[in-house]
Nanobody, 115 residues
Framework: QVQLVESGGGLAQYGGSLRLSCVSSATMFSIFSMGWFRQAPGKQRELVASITDDGYATNYADAVKGRFTISRDNAKRTVYLQMNSLKPEDTAVYYC????????WGQGTQVTVSS
């Protein structure tokens, strides 16, 4: 069973930055498109960024476009999310998964942005 381990979350101030990492145990990691998702309290989980298997194409939700950057290192089976210009509305638990998500969800990493 594939395992996903997210890390890098924490408390940030308005306008600050955080870099999230997600390591996958999947041996075929390099052939899958990946995504970062987030779930805020009382809201449904949503896709915020995605990246193709080769890393050449990315897509972002309108709410994070221009502020977040997704990238990957297939040799390390890791996907990253660089988050800049953070806003309080970015507060959520962040998860990675295939896009669309089919693997079991990891524990996520909490991001809290103070105003």
């Amino acid at each position: 069973q594939v395992q996903l381990v997210e890390s890098g979350g924490g408390l940030a101030q308005y306008g600050g930055s955080l870099r999230l990492s997600c390591v996958s145990s999947a041996t075929m990691f390099s052939i899958f498109s990946m995504g970062w998702f987030r779930q805020a309290p009382g809201k449904q989980r949503e896709l915020v960024a995605s990246i193709t298997d080769d890393g050449y194409a990315t897509n972002y939700a309108d709410a994070v476009k221009g502020r977040f950057t997704i990238s990957r290192d297939n040799a390390k089976r890791t996907v990253y999310l660089q988050m800049n210009s953070l806003k309080p509305e970015d507060t959520a638990v962040y998860y990675c998964n295939r896009n669309p998500p089919v693997w079991p969800w990891g524990q996520g990493t909490q991001v809290t942005v103070s105003s």
